[in-house]
């Protein structure tokens, strides 16, 4: 297992595919077998985007996981990775434990990511990590209102409260938040998130670069 010894790190939100408890609003359209194995295919490709970043950087991932446990998770994509549990409560708490955990460990920059979105590449993250150089927020929009990435070089947990978690307000609630604060702001592309059956068909019309 490795140390945590970090100075840029990389927080991958992930949930672990059991049927009938990931991609819940997919089943739908993919039963609950199918919705699982979505969720266990977008994590491993994401996964495997950020091998590739890895390699040619000082980024270090963490998989912040939900469902399941580290056993679970170990067995699914290797000992030889670091994992944290995302602990309870609505995304915002879990998302301030998160980059808590990481500026706790020595982390100076932090980018958080999710594995609904199969346009997002190493390219992306990189961009994020060299924005936070200079800014002190960067995001990267969802279309359906979202954000499918989020950076910081300190903590700023006023980003993440009193935000209508689950709605298209999601972006343009945490912007209107770091204006207030006075942040300086990096936006990224807008990609899509796959979430809902309408989203679908953007699976197999993205770069897996």
């Known amino acids: 297992m490795k140390s945590m010894q970090l100075t840029d790190q990389l927080t991958i939100f992930t949930r672990y595919p059991e049927p009938g408890l990931t991609k ?65 409560g609505d995304l915002g708490g879990k998302l301030i434990k998160a980059f808590g955990d990481a500026f706790s460990a020595g982390a ?30 960067v995001l990267g929009p969802a ?3 979202g954000y499918y990435l989020i950076g910081i070089k300190y903590p700023l947990n006023a980003l993440f409260k009193n ?5 298209d307000k999601v972006f343009k609630k945490t912007v209107s938040l770091a204006q207030q604060l ?15 059956p309408e989203d679908l068909k953007h699976i197999n019309h993205n770069s897996d670069s």
Not at 60 to 87: A, T
Request: contains cysteine; proline residues 3%; hydrophobic residues 35%.
């Open 24 to 88: 819940t609003r997919l089943i739908s359209a993919l039963g609950e077998e199918g919705a699982a194995a979505l969720q266990k295919k977008l994590t491993e490709k994401t996964i495997q985007k950020i091998e590739q970043l890895v390699k040619t950087s000082t980024i270090e991932p963490v998989i912040c996981f939900e469902g399941g446990d580290l056993i679970s998770m170990q067995n699914w994509l290797g000992l030889d990775r670091l994992y944290q549990e995302q602990g309870h």
């Open 108 to 137: 100076h920059r932090v980018v958080t990511i999710g594995c609904d979105c199969p346009g997002l590449s190493k390219q992306h993250i990189g961009r994020a990590f060299d924005a936070l150089y200079l800014k002190d927020l």
């Open 143 to 145: 279309t359906d209102g």
């Open 163 to 167: 935000i209508p978690w689950g709605t």
């Open 182 to 196: 006075g942040l300086s702001i990096e936006i990224l592309e807008e990609l899509h998130d796959v979430d809902r």
